[in-house]
């Protein structure tokens, strides 16, 4: 196999798809192998590196956009720019009603909020990222494999983009009208508060990490009167959490899970602080602005124990359009698992 096929072989299985020769089942696996052709022992990776390297990058680039659009592309727009540009967004002129500001992340790394006066703005962008390991004598006995690592450093960018939209977000909380946000334990009433604000915006959606969804439970369709138990709850909403764990509805509001991974190998530090919930109108114009800069970069450090560190790290930002037409619920009987200072550069 050349390292054309190999590329070829990589875009493939990013995009699911598979040329003439494979069938879209095994084009993974015939990627593993061909990888395996040029770093199959120590000496062959160190020979082809660079050459391995810029076909994860491209991997990485096509993945990364495709990934983050998937998870939160109903309330974000995400724009690609080459490298040293910077993203241009338009903002849409609408209702008076709707104030407009701009929070987004300084040099500082503090998010600052202030007035949009005109019709677009420009949003830079600064380096995130992480590595992972490769343990030669893992890969020789087929225990690890260059297309793990590229799933590893994919799927720790991708989180690094819910990071940085989290920390935009929560950042607008303090400078939202007081009928914009709650911070209490679970209260469907006062959700429905925030939803009735945003209703007259478009139809809530409500955005949450799986703990903060799963803490909302059934929604009750009776109240409960003292002494008779449980109260109605509705049959959808118990066929839900019997199927998937979570609502789906409340109250008319579609229920949209975001992702959620730890940090640590323990399962104890979050990348998305769960106790927040986001209800966004849906419809409208997109809250959150995402710019990708350029490819992504990849470097490695050889350790003593012949184990290679390979760190990727890609330009990326966000900013949020600060309105008054949407909501943020905090539950504070949550525990606040997110992990502090994850990218530190």
């Not at 225990?143 to 793990?148: I, N, Y």
């Not at 977000?169 to 604000?197: F, H, I, S």
């Not at 003593?304 to 990326?316: G, I, P, Q, R, T």
């Not at 943020?328 to 949550?334: C, G, M």
């Amino acid at each position: 196999m050349t390292l054309n096929e190999l590329k070829e072989l990589a875009l493939h299985a990013v995009r699911g798809t598979a040329p003439d020769t494979f069938t879209v089942e095994n084009v993974n696996d015939a990627f593993a192998d061909g990888l395996k052709e040029f770093a199959g022992s120590y000496n062959q990776f160190m020979k082809n590196r660079y050459d391995l390297y810029d076909i994860i990058i491209q991997s990485i680039d096509e993945i990364l956009p495709r990934d983050v659009m998937a998870a939160i592309g109903q309330f974000a727009e995400i724009q690609t720019v080459a490298q040293g540009q910077k993203a241009m967004f338009r903002k849409k002129l609408g209702r008076a009603r709707a104030k407009k500001f701009l929070t987004q992340v300084g040099l500082s790394g503090v998010y600052e909020t202030f007035r949009l006066d005109s019709e677009t703005f420009e949003l830079g962008a600064h380096a995130v990222g992480g590595g992972a390991t490769i343990d030669f004598e893992r890969m020789l006995d087929g225990a690890e494999s260059l297309a793990e690592v590229v799933g590893i450093v994919t799927e720790g960018l991708t989180n690094a983009v819910y990071v940085e939209v989290q920390k935009a977000l929560v950042a607008a909380y303090a400078d939202m009208p007081a009928t914009n946000r709650y911070a209490g334990a679970w209260n469907a009433e006062e959700m429905v508060k925030l939803m009735n604000v945003i209703r007259a915006y478009g139809q809530p959606v409500i955005f949450a990490c799986p703990e903060f969804i799963a803490a909302m439970g059934p929604d009750a369709i009776v109240p409960v009167s003292v002494g008779t138990g449980q109260g109605i709850y509705s049959p959808k909403d118990i066929e839900a959490i019997h199927d998937t764990g979570f609502i789906k509805v409340f109250r008319g509001a579609t229920v949209v899970e975001i992702p959620q991974s730890f940090v640590d190998e323990n399962n104890v530090e979050t990348y998305v602080n769960p106790r927040f919930a986001y209800v966004m109108p849906g419809g409208a114009e997109k809250v959150v602005k995402i710019v990708l800069e350029g490819q992504t970069q990849i470097r490695d450090h050889e350790n003593k124990d012949n184990s290679m560190e390979v760190f990727a790290w890609k330009k990326m930002g966000c900013a949020i359009l600060h309105h008054n037409n949407w909501a943020i619920y905090e539950n504070t009987s949550l525990t606040d698992t997110s992990a502090k200072d994850i990218y530190g550069f």
